[in-house]
């Protein structure tokens, strides 16, 4: 639920209805420890192995809700698929939005899925 200032009534709320709330960059409330703005995410290489030698597995676009862990949509650097990954810490090992990078230790056969 939000509360804007100056919309006091339903009726008011629902001229706003199908708007976008948009909040400067520099005001975005700091997240805690494994937090991340889903925006941050969008642009993120994925890759597997070690930082000596990464495989690059491609870009995420968009992040999905779910009732469970969020869904990264993934485009694979090597075709025009797109593959799921799910957004749990046991699969997606290090995420650091500032380097724009998701380190993945998929489980057998999660990047084949789409296949």
């Known amino acids: 639920m939000l509360k804007l200032l100056g ?4 009726a008011e709320a629902e001229r706003l209805r199908g708007l976008h709330v948009l909040i400067p960059f520099e005001e975005r409330v700091p997240l805690t420890e494994n937090s ?14 070690s930082p000596a030698a990464w495989t690059e597995i491609g ?6 809700p779910t009732s469970g ?5 993934v485009a694979r650097k090597d075709s025009q698929r ?4 799910p957004l749990a ?7 650091d939005p500032g380097s724009k990078i998701i380190v993945l230790d998929p489980p057998a056969g999660l ?3 789409n296949d």
Not at 7 to 10: H, W
Not at 69 to 73: E, N, S, V, Y
Request: glycine share 4%; with cysteine.
């Open 7 to 10: 919309v006091d009534s339903i």
């Open 36 to 49: 991340y703005y889903w925006s941050d995410l969008c642009g993120c290489s994925v890759v597997t192995g």
């Open 59 to 64: 870009v995420v676009k968009s992040v999905e």
């Open 69 to 73: 862990a969020a869904l990264l949509h």
């Open 82 to 85: 797109e593959i799921l990954i």
């Open 89 to 95: 810490d046991e699969i997606c090992t290090r995420i």
């Open 111 to 113: 990047l084949d899925l």
